[in-house]
């Protein structure tokens, strides 16, 4: 089976926020390298999160935030559905993650993802069959192979 790999907000902010320039390159490396893959996922959450985020914590305008947001929903393989909610309330309560984590995961199985790629830490390094990695610790090639 060939990685499909969910995307979190803060690996798109980070790959675009030049306050931290070491942090930005790693996300934006991850990001090519998994576009190029054709393993990307982007899940509809994530896109709505970096068009708040991008406008308050980047400081960019809303059409400038938007631009990107809508490169974003190229990536998004369904739309967020009650199956989704279903699981995500039996994730949070299982793996006590925060909701908008467990909502993520969720997705994440629903789209058939085999990774969730994000910073924050989980209680968990394997959530539903999910398995999480860290864009800071783990790199492309470990998970997709080397090209």
């Not at 406008?55 to 190229?74: I, M, P, V, W």
């Amino acid at each position: 089976m060939s990685a499909r790999i969910l995307v979190d907000t803060n690996v798109i902010l980070y790959s675009r926020d030049g306050r931290f320039p070491e942090k930005r390159n790693r996300c934006a490396a991850w990001l090519k390298r998994l576009a190029d893959a054709q393993a990307l996922v982007i899940s509809p959450q994530a896109a709505g999160e970096h068009q708040v985020n991008a406008q308050g914590k980047l400081g960019e305008s809303q059409a400038d935030a938007a631009r990107t947001t809508q490169r974003l929903l190229t990536w998004c393989m369904r739309p967020v559905n009650a199956e989704d909610v279903e699981r995500a309330l039996k994730i949070e309560a299982r793996w006590r993650v925060r909701w908008w984590d467990a909502m993520h995961l969720s997705y994440a199985v629903g789209a058939g993802c085999t990774h969730f790629l994000t910073e924050d830490a989980q209680s968990a390094p394997t959530i539903e069959g999910v398995k999480i990695i860290d864009p800071f610790v783990v790199a492309p090639d470990d998970v997709l192979g080397a090209q």
